[in-house]
């Protein structure tokens, strides 16, 4: 049955007020896909009857949450852990080894993962530190991982993944010496999860206390915002971030031409460094 644009619009909509994510036409083939499995759940036919449903939350007996399940079903959670390795690896070469000395003092490291899904990408950066526990001796490393998915957050929450997921991206070395298997699946180990903790926020409201960071990862995740939204989005990371700090996006991203807050790190792909005007930003902090 065919479903009309205006109801496609309205789910499109529903998804952009509440992740700023943005359903482009030609990618909202995608809503009747991601949709399936809450249909089947709730036995709902189609997008026009589920838009029916959304118009008068008071008495539908799925309650206030169909709107929230339909955000979370239509979000791309795509993630595995050390995801674009090459990337990834320029963390332990080139940047946390800066940021050590940068810190030397301090000995304190605070790093924020923006948008962090499952927890992959939390729970690789805590295995680079737990791998070098020598070199980090003395030191506080905090490493919060905050996502705009109620249940993404709860999955990273509990550490815990399948044979599928821990084979996407680990070595068995690695397995072996972080995880713990149980009949549940495979747990991340009590001493390289000591260091994280994860928080349900949107990147484009008001950044998570703690601040400012050292290191923020904001990978995969700008990609499907519009450009203006893209704009609060990187004020929002540049008013977090230290001035000395750096960011990482995804592989596929970059600022160049999107914002004036940040600026390519040297040669080193998808590094940034905030622009060093701390009288713009300290206001703009400000003003979150
Ligand atoms: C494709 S995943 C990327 C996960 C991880 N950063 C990686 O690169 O493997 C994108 C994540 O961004 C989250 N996301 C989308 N919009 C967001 C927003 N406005 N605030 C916070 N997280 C958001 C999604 O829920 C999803 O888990």
Redesign the pocket.
Known sequence: MEVSQASLQIIADLLAE????HLTENRRWRIGTALAGLFREHGISNVDQLVCLLAQPGSSPYGPDLAQEVV?AL??????FF??KPTFDQLPEHVLPELARRRASRRRLSIW??????G??VYSLAMLFADQVEQWDGWTIDILG????HS?ITAARSGLYSQFEVQRGLGIAQMLRHFEESARGWEIAQATRSIVRFLH?????RPPARQPFDLI?????L???DPPTRQI?FDRLRAALATDGFLML?AGETVVGQTRAFLPSEDRASIYEAVPDERVYAKLANAL
């Open positions: 509440r992740t700023g994510q979370e979000l791309n959670n795509e993630t595995y995801r674009d993962c923006a948008g962090c899904s499952t992959q990408e905050t996502d705009v998915s993404a926020h949107n990147v484009l409201s990862l904001c990978r995969n995740v990609l499907y915002f989005a995804g």
